[in-house]
């Protein structure tokens, strides 16, 4: 069975740094891209970031290039998020997802980890 | 970027009774080479992570009941709840695929009349 277990959301102040974590299991791990998408309180769903399987890829949204960084270790099967210089326009639910085989579309998500960046 | 508007923004719907939801994006989504729509369905119940429906526009994903499908090719696609049960409350969101970034639908909002 996938899973995906996440972990690392938190209050912080506005400038401020935070690195989330998503523990996956039941599928080879380094096999597949995964993501993070975000939904701000009570809002719609937007992509975040992307790594390939390898971590050799990455891709970003703009309103995010520069101040996260994706990055995955496939030794313990762990995706990361950290996120830098925060603004209050980042306070979301961040959901990390598996990527479909070579694909883009997500067929398995994390339970979600709430983000809040105020003073 | 690719935007993708969904109608309407809230539906209600009796128990028993059909639910179309409708998905239009700013470009197409097919793919010419393997004339693949690259378009899916999410749905997302309070509390919860979204869970996909159906990818490249038609393909119901494993474990999906069958009284959901989903049509269209190019930009415009629709989801269809041929029965609507309880269970089905959720907010549903489409999504593109196509390009990086990918991107969603505003939402639709589906309800019991």
């Known amino acids: 069975e996938v899973q995906l277990l996440q972990s690392g959301g938190d209050l912080v102040q506005p400038g401020g740094s935070l690195r989330l974590s998503c523990a996956a299991s039941g599928f080879t791990f380094n096999n597949y891209a995964m993501s993070w998408v975000r939904q701000a309180p009570g809002k719609g769903l937007e992509w975040v970031s992307t790594i390939s399987g390898s971590g050799g890829k990455t891709f970003y949204a703009d309103s995010v290039k520069g101040r996260f960084t994706i990055s995955r270790d496939n030794s313990k099967n762990t995706l990361y998020l950290q996120m830098n210089g925060l603004r209050a326009e980042d306070t979301a639910i961040y959901y990390c997802?598996?990527?479909?085989?070579?694909?883009?579309?997500?067929?398995?998500w994390g339970q979600g980890t709430l983000v809040t960046v105020s003073s | 970027d690719i935007v993708m508007t969904q109608s309407p923004d809230s539906l209600a719907v009796s128990l028993g009774e059909r639910a179309t939801i409708n998905c239009k994006s700013s470009?197409?989504?097919?793919?010419?080479?393997?004339?693949?729509?690259?378009f899916a369905w999410y749905q997302q119940k309070p509390g919860q992570p979204p869970k996909l429906l159906i990818y490249w526009a038609s393909t119901r994903e494993s474990g999906v009941p069958d009284r959901f499908s989903g049509s269209g090719s190019g930009t415009d696609f629709t989801l269809t709840i041929s029965s609507l049960q309880a269970e089905d409350v959720a907010v549903y969101y489409c999504?593109?695929?196509?390009?990086?970034?990918?991107?969603f639908g505003q939402g639709t909002k589906l309800e019991i009349k």
């Open positions: 470009q197409s989504v097919l793919y010419s080479s393997n004339n693949e729509n690259y």
């Open positions: 997802a598996k990527n479909s085989s070579g694909h883009s579309y997500f067929d398995y």
């Open positions: 999504q593109q695929y196509y390009t990086t970034p990918c991107s």
